[in-house]
């Protein structure tokens, strides 16, 4: 069975600081990995995905995740944030064949 | 709009009663999910169907559980007997069996359940 474990519940940052969120997975074949964000009020939006080629992976409003197959990670960052980028993130994995698995995420606020 | 929408995107209940949520999926999807939400989580996988068969259901999806997607379009999520424990986000996706996003899910707005 697939799981997902994000480390960091509850980040918190000034403006201007650089971001690195955790994220490792549990699965033993293929996977294709993603970041969604969640914004106070609003539906999961995609960030960034990853399913194969170059594994630094750019994604929208700055961000990028690096997947790095002998540690099952797959880490968010990015070098500078905004008190816009206060939200909660989620990563998450998926087979080729169906569902997606979610970590618990992690709350970001960013203080102006 | 060509997303996948979900109706409604409230629904308050009482103890007992019956629920049922909608969600058209994007049009020529193939695959829909059913996932649940609830507070400080991620979404749980519930079910997800194949046009219109049903493949897989996770044991979260008691008895007082059902969905359906009868024409293999869009699909209905039925909570029978609700309890307190059911109010959460309820999500759904679809995603293309080909193509350059065949591996994405894409995420409806949510109905939320609140059961008093």
């Known amino acids: 069975a697939q799981s997902v474990s994000q480390h960091n519940h509850h980040v918190i940052l000034s403006e201007a600081a650089s971001l690195e969120l955790g994220c490792n997975y549990s699965y033993g074949g293929t996977v294709n990995l993603f970041w969604y964000v969640q914004y106070p009020g609003q539906h999961l939006q995609l960030l960034l995905k990853y399913f194969s080629g170059d594994p630094l992976v750019k994604g929208i409003k700055g961000f990028e995740a690096e997947f790095i197959k002998s540690k099952f990670s797959f880490n968010l960052r990015k070098p500078s944030v905004q008190w816009s980028d206060t939200a909660e993130y989620f990563c998450a994995v998926n087979t080729n064949a169906g569902k997606s698995t979610f970590g618990d995420g992690t709350t970001l606020t960013v203080k102006p | 709009d060509t997303g996948v929408s979900q109706d409604p995107r409230h629904k308050i209940t009482k103890r007992g009663q019956n629920v049922t949520f909608r969600c058209d999926p994007i049009?020529?999807?193939?695959?829909l999910y059913w996932y649940r939400q609830t507070l400080g989580q991620g979404p749980e996988f519930l079910t997800y169907f194949q046009n219109e068969a049903q493949l897989e259901k996770s044991r979260l999806l008691s008895d007082r559980f059902s969905a359906e997607r009868p024409k293999g379009s869009f699909s209905t999520l039925e909570i029978q007997r609700t309890e307190q424990g059911d109010s959460a986000m309820y999500l759904c996706a679809s995603r293309p069996l080909a193509g350059e996003s065949y591996n994405e899910q894409f995420f409806g707005p949510g109905t939320r359940l609140t059961v008093l």
């Open positions: 049009s020529e999807h193939n695959r």
